[in-house]
């Protein structure tokens, strides 16, 4: 899959989760700032994402995500577990 392809993904997560405008969404969103996202919301995103692209995130990995940039790039670099 590639970098585009993630990322057209995950903004659709966030678009559908989040009530967020679809073409307002980028790299550099962050979940907290921007989406005004609690640690609730950021978790099931998670279980989301872990669905999505069949990869396990674990909590530790998912503390430090904090922009969209660096959940694809999470997600690309974990492909190897995905579907």
């Known amino acids: 899959m590639t970098r585009a392809e993630i990322f057209d993904k995950i903004a659709d997560i966030i ?25 609730i919301d950021f978790v099931e995103f998670v279980l989301e994402l872990e669905d999505t692209f069949g990869a396990e995130i674990s909590d530790e990995d998912a503390e430090k995500l904090n922009t969209i940039g660096e959940v694809v790039d999470y997600i690309e670099g974990h492909q190897k577990e995905s579907k």
């Open 15 to 39: 678009a559908d989760r989040f009530e967020a405008d679809r073409d307002a969404i980028n790299e550099q969103l962050n979940f907290k700032q921007d989406l005004d996202a609690d640690s």
